[in-house]
């Protein structure tokens, strides 16, 4: 039961900050091999192709977790579903700190590449289940004009664990010899401890949260159509949806994030020789131009919402802005200057995340609450799948061609954001919303 109090309270920014914890360290603990990426080929011997192989382990795992996790947390509820989340990354992402060169198992020698690919692995699985169960939680605890700003901010702190990861591992990480590379996969451990224990105490759905008051419960509720029932929506049944696809589609715009996640490090180390020392500046510079652009872009469709604009035109007017803003990354593999390059990928990055702001708030503009993580884990399944093909392409010409496979990269990744849009804008012209039953709702 609610207080029976008139205060209104403000309990679901509390949950958000919760929100913004947990993406941090989500990103702190995929980024650190990204960011020690350059130091640990030369300590186990790996090529680009060895590399990609790891990396694309993490995506296939992330992959099939958004498909299982998605779901999973819509039959669980977003408590329980989200802490076995972030368990389970938590354990595989300390399990790094475990891999040798070598090691021979049933006859069978495993190399690092290999142990690397399985820590990767399970890792991905794990993280597969953030994005769903935030994405969720949101839907749960804000109403629509204010989900992109809460997505925004939350979305913001995919930067926050991403600047960490350089400076942590450039103080504890030996450039010449790598040693203490195992120390950042242990230190996520800790924290996710910390997160899992602040959860059980803070969480609760509005209706049952006596922290929240009764005006605040109405305003969270205030758009709400119908009243829905407890009856659980699989993905199966979603899958279908043009709407579904419309989301997916938007989404294979992470393979351009992975891209700058994962391969930025090397980028920078390769074409302009910097060391893992000195990765933080850059990637401070680049992180902190997206936190910007996830913050802004969740609060101008708000904002445009605010003066009277449909939800539909809020949003795709944002989306297209953000492609627009894109567009300079293009020309990356063209900068002759290390900060010239630094500031146009973090422009690339500050659209990209407001662009994931807003399509993360499309899924529960359109669907009812009790399918939102589903259809999340659908199209973050068909974005990590673009990322992976991607990892694949890279690797392979940057094998057998240089640094061509860069300017290839930041080529695409500048231009496809217009295409995606007007893909989006095909399959859903208005973003009608579904009812429990997945039916378009009559305005």
């Not at 914890?21 to 989500?26: E, M």
């Not at 980024?31 to 680009?48: C, H, K, Q, R, Y």
């Amino acid at each position: 039961m609610t207080k029976s109090t008139d205060v209104k309270t403000k309990y679901r920014y509390r949950i958000l900050l919760m929100l913004v914890f947990a993406t941090t360290i989500n990103y702190f603990d995929r980024s650190i091999i990204g960011v020690m990426a350059p130091i640990l080929e030369d300590v186990f011997g790996w090529t680009n192709t060895d590399y990609a192989t790891i990396v694309i382990a993490f995506k296939v795992a992330y992959g099939i977790g958004m498909l299982t996790m998605g779901g999973i947390i819509d039959r669980l509820g977003t408590k329980k579903g989200y802490m076995l989340a972030i368990g389970i990354w938590s354990l595989f992402g300390m399990g790094h700190a475990l891999v040798v060169q070598e090691i021979t198992l049933f006859n069978m020698t495993i190399t690092s590449v290999g142990l690397f690919a399985v820590a990767r692995f399970g890792l991905g699985f794990g993280e597969a289940g953030h994005f769903p169960a935030a994405n969720k939680t949101v839907a749960e605890y804000f109403p629509k004009k204010e989900r992109a700003f809460a997505t925004g901010l939350y979305n913001a702190a995919t930067s926050i664990g991403a600047i960490a990861a350089p400076f942590v591992v450039g103080a504890i990480v030996d450039k010449h010899t790598g040693e203490g590379w195992k120390i950042p996969f242990l230190i996520t451990g800790a924290l996710s401890s910390i997160w899992v224990v602040l959860w059980l105490k803070v969480y609760k759905k509005p209706a049952d949260n006596p922290n929240i008051s009764k005006e605040e419960l109405a305003y969270i509720n205030s758009d709400e159509v119908v009243t829905e029932s407890t009856e659980k929506i699989s993905w199966g049944k979603v899958l279908p949806k043009r709407q579904t696809w419309a989301f997916a589609v938007a989404k294979i715009s992470d393979a351009v994030w992975f891209f700058y996640l994962f391969w930025g490090a090397k980028y920078m180390a390769s074409t302009f020789g910097i060391d893992i020392k000195s990765m933080g500046l850059p990637f401070l510079i680049i992180y902190a131009l997206a936190d910007g652009g996830s913050i802004m872009g969740g609060w101008i469709s708000g904002y445009f919402m605010n003066k009277g604009w449909s939800v539909n035109k809020a949003r795709k007017r944002t989306m297209l802005a953000c492609a627009l803003i894109i567009l300079p990354v293009s020309y990356v593999a063209f900068a002759d200057s290390l900060y010239v390059a630094v500031v146009l990928i973090g422009i690339g990055a500050a659209g990209h995340q407001a662009w994931m702001a807003n399509i993360f708030t499309i899924v529960s503009d359109i669907f009812p609450k009790k399918a939102v993580a589903s259809v999340t884990g659908i199209g973050g399944m068909v974005g990590v799948a673009a990322a992976a093909l991607a990892d694949v392409a890279l690797g392979t010409v940057l094998d057998s061609a240089g640094n061509t496979g860069y300017f290839w990269a930041f080529l695409i990744g500048g231009a496809m954001y217009l295409v995606l849009l007007g893909i989006v804008q095909l399959l859903v012209p208005k973003m009608t919303p579904l009812d429990e039953n997945l039916n378009l709702i009559k305005e």
